[in-house]
């Protein structure tokens, strides 16, 4: 058995970025998440904030690979830049 976290980022420099993510997704969810423990919050809401996340990411991803088409709705990005495109015509 093996002693490896599966709770790490793939690529280790994207880590804050997915932390400011996680933030911002829980703030328009209405989630009251905290800096550190939050083992007070019940998993249907740590479920959303981590549901909510990989939809986005996933759009953002759609998004990029048709050429950007759309409006982005979080301010969060791939990569961890803050972006915001035009809405489709």
């Not at 093996?2 to 328009?28: C, I, M």
């Amino acid at each position: 058995m093996s002693n490896r976290s599966s709770n790490t980022a793939a690529v280790p420099e994207a880590k804050s970025a997915l932390d400011r993510f996680k933030f911002e997704v829980a703030s328009e969810l209405g989630v009251p998440l905290s800096d550190g423990y939050n083992g007070n919050l019940t998993s249907k809401q740590n479920g959303s904030v981590g549901g909510y996340m990989v939809k986005k990411m996933i759009e953002a991803q759609e998004r990029q690979m048709t050429g950007g088409a759309g409006q982005m709705t979080s301010t969060m990005g791939m990569g961890g830049q803050s972006q915001t495109s035009g809405t489709q015509m």
